[in-house]
Nanobody, 126 residues
Framework: QVRLVESGGGLVQAGASLRLSCAAS????????MGWFRQAPGKEREYVAH????????YYTDSVKGRFTISRDRARNTVYLQMNSLKPEETAVYLC???????????????????WGQGTQVTVSS
């Protein structure tokens, strides 16, 4: 069983930055992909970004391109999400997820992920 624990959320003003972390523990951790999603009250879980654990390109939903950066530290079994120029509409619980299998595409879908953290709250005030 993989355990994912997010941290780094908080209350910030619009335009501010936050850096989220997701630390993994448990059985030998070797996912194919790590992803970040967010979920606002009353809304569906929304894809934010993903990264291949082995390295390579990173992927983002259009609304965060140029402002968010996903990265990973394999030695620490940790994935990060640097979020700049935050907007009030980005207020949500941010969750990290681990996919154990390789797919040709589709990592924007929560269904591709096997393990999830509990999330960290990000609140952006206007």
């Amino acid at each position: 069983q993989v355990r994912l624990v997010e941290s780094g959320g908080g209350l910030v003003q619009a335009g501010a930055s936050l850096r989220l972390s997701c630390a993994a523990s448990g059985r030998t951790f070797s996912p194919s992909v790590m992803g970040w999603f967010r979920q606002a009250p009353g809304k569906e879980r929304e894809y934010v970004a993903h990264i291949y654990w082995s390295g390579g390109p990173t992927y983002y939903t259009d609304s965060v391109k140029g402002r968010f950066t996903i990265s990973r530290d394999r030695a620490r079994n940790t994935v990060y999400l640097q979020m700049n120029s935050l907007k009030p509409e980005e207020t949500a619980v941010y969750l990290c997820a681990a996919a154990s299998r390789y797919y040709s595409s589709g990592y924007y879908s929560p269904n591709k992920y096997d393990d999830w953290g509990q999330g960290t709250q990000v609140t952006v005030s206007s």
